[in-house]
């Protein structure tokens, strides 16, 4: 949400409605309280900042289409190249087309979408796969390959069935290429380049999860997953794994965010760079619009 022209601290805003863009991406700093804003207009005398995954009219798309991102996945440290996950939603109809990808590069200092694959913006429908990405991706740095995580298709309804997660996977080089990815179909099955069709606890790797992120852990040697409940209640969970596939061990609570104004909490993010031993771990979320920010210590 932008805020009036001229308004530099958003708790001084004025009322009333001054634009928006669905997406957008800042530069985090060795404050998690401090972020940099990138990729802005020419607004003055304050900028706003610009669309970060652009509408594509000729799919059909309007500002009536929202993109659910994640995480941006290193492709090429080189070539300063990345692949971006989300999911395309009409919010005219709440209808879930489909989960795509993004190339982004750094071009002036900024990471900008380059690039977006798929006939309509993305690859798997939401009608008959998995959503992969929406829930969480994340390039492991201990391989090759980068991880996401999706919920069902929309065909797949009721508890608790449509609560499941399931879980792709492909080598970083290879992120734009749809042929490369494999589908993990379970302990018994494993990894296949057959894409998922088959949703149930037996395919799954999470259960009830709300959008979060992974992440190793050097002081647990383990993965991480921070995520919030998927109730939107403000919940914030961790859970570790030892293999990304897992098992992933049962949730344990760390902190409860009350919802500002009854609305949702969501969007959990770690930022373990800012303590490498791995000791203390700072998360984020979303809590109605508002940024908040905490520190868990590890006993």
Not at 73 to 91: F, G, I, M
Not at 100 to 113: D, F, Y
Not at 151 to 168: K, M, R, V
Not at 213 to 234: I, M, R, T
Request: with cysteine.
């Amino acid at each position: 949400m932008w805020c009036a022209p001229g308004v530099t601290n958003f708790l001084e805003d004025t009322p009333g409605f001054h634009g928006m863009v669905r997406d957008s991406v800042s530069l985090l700093t060795n404050d998690p309280l401090t972020v940099v804003d990138l990729n802005l207009n020419d607004d003055y005398p304050v900028p706003h900042q610009k669309q970060l995954i652009p509408f594509n009219e000729a799919w059909g798309e309007t500002n009536q289409y929202g993109f659910g991102g994640t995480s941006f996945c290193e492709t090429d440290a080189e070539a300063a190249t990345a692949a971006l996950y989300y999911l395309v939603n009409v919010n005219e109809t709440g209808g879930l087309l489909g989960a795509g990808v993004a190339k982004v590069e750094v071009i002036n200092n900024t990471p900008t979408v380059t690039q977006r694959f798929g006939n309509k913006g993305f690859w798997w429908n939401s009608n008959t796969t998995a959503k992969y990405g929406d829930q969480c991706a994340y390039r492991d740095e201990r391989s090759e390959y980068i991880y996401i995580w999706g919920g069902p298709p929309n065909s797949i309804t009721g508890w608790p069935h449509s609560s499941y997660a399931y879980l792709a996977r492909v080598k970083a080089e290879d992120a734009f290429d749809l042929a490369k990815y494999e589908y993990f179909w379970g302990r018994q099955q494993g990894w296949k380049s057959e894409v998922l069709t088959k949703f149930d606890a037996g395919t799954a790797v999470w259960w009830a999860v709300g959008q979060g992120q992974v992440a190793w852990n050097e002081y647990y040697q383990c993965y991480v997953l921070v995520h919030l409940s998927a109730f939107g209640d403000g919940a914030v969970y961790l859970r570790t794994a030892q293999a990304l596939e897992g098992p992933w061990t049962p949730d344990v609570q760390v902190y409860k965010s009350e919802p500002i104004d009854g609305g949702l909490v969501y969007a959990g993010v770690q930022h373990p760079y800012l303590d490498p031993t791995g000791q203390t771990l700072v998360l984020s979320f979303t809590n109605n619009n508002h940024i908040e920010v905490i520190k868990v210590a590890f006993a």
